[in-house]
């Protein structure tokens, strides 16, 4: 079983707010991913960490950021949520080379 | 830019049956092929990995992958599906570089009848 955790699992919000998703994982991992996901669509990157104070931008566009102070611990945040980031976020991590592990995601709402 | 094609969208077999699901992927250079599997209600998790070597690659639960390079492809393979199958199977590739960052096909649903 994953020691990978994601919270909130489901978020409805009104558009405008600011947002925080968390990921955190107890295996002292330091590659840690993003992911997002629409409904029947493949998942795209758009961020990804090699390590404490190491952030990159994925393949796809994104409007949030991330940080990386901790090893554990990669949240995401949506300074102004709009309906367009709606959609499905999967956080993953890994000891090296490709994501091993996955969260159970977090599933946006933005109204 | 790379990109991974899964031809099934949605497969529907009855127990016993065989199972293949294709995935064909488009980079010229060495590359590193993953399948992943969701079940319903869990994480995605990983079925099976191929870097070099023996190109049949075995995973958990009876499945296995065959990597063609002349096809570009990673087709996954299983010879008698379980109901337990029952999931959603992504193919998945990265470069050689071994950044970890993947690419993902848009999965496939296998429903499996008992």
């Known amino acids: 079983e994953a020691d990978i955790y994601q919270t909130p699992r489901y978020l409805v919000i009104g558009t405008g707010k600011k947002i925080t998703l968390e990921c955190s994982q107890t295996?002292?991992?330091?590659?840690m991913y993003w992911y997002q996901q629409d409904p029947g669509m493949e998942l795209h990157l758009i961020h990804y960490?090699?390590?404490?104070?190491?952030?990159e931008k994925g393949d796809l566009s994104s409007e949030s950021t991330v940080s990386r102070i901790r090893t554990e611990h990669f949240p995401l945040t949506l300074e102004s949520a709009r309906p367009s980031h709606t959609s499905q976020y999967l956080c993953?991590?890994?000891?090296?080379?490709?994501?091993?592990?996955f969260g159970p995601g977090t599933r946006l709402t933005v109204l | 830019a790379q990109s991974v094609s899964q031809h099934n969208h949605h497969v529907i077999l009855s127990e016993a049956a065989s199972l293949e699901l294709g995935c064909n992927y488009s980079?010229?250079?060495?590359?590193?092929l993953f399948w992943y599997v969701q079940y319903p209600g869990q994480h995605l998790q990983l079925l099976l990995k191929?870097?070099?070597?023996?190109?049949l690659v075995k995973g958990i639960k009876g499945f296995e992958a065959e990597f063609i390079k002349s096809k570009f492809s990673f087709n996954l393979r299983k010879p008698s599906v379980q109901w337990s199958d029952t999931a959603e199977y992504f193919c998945a590739v990265n470069d050689a570089s071994n950044t970890g960052k993947l690419i993902f096909g848009q999965g496939t649903t296998l429903q499996v009848k008992p």
């Open positions: 960490s090699y390590g404490v104070n190491s952030t």
């Open positions: 295996m002292g991992h330091d590659k």
């Open positions: 993953a991590s890994s000891p090296g080379g490709a994501a091993r592990f």
């Open positions: 191929y870097f070099s070597g023996d190109p």
């Open positions: 980079y010229g250079g060495t590359v590193n």
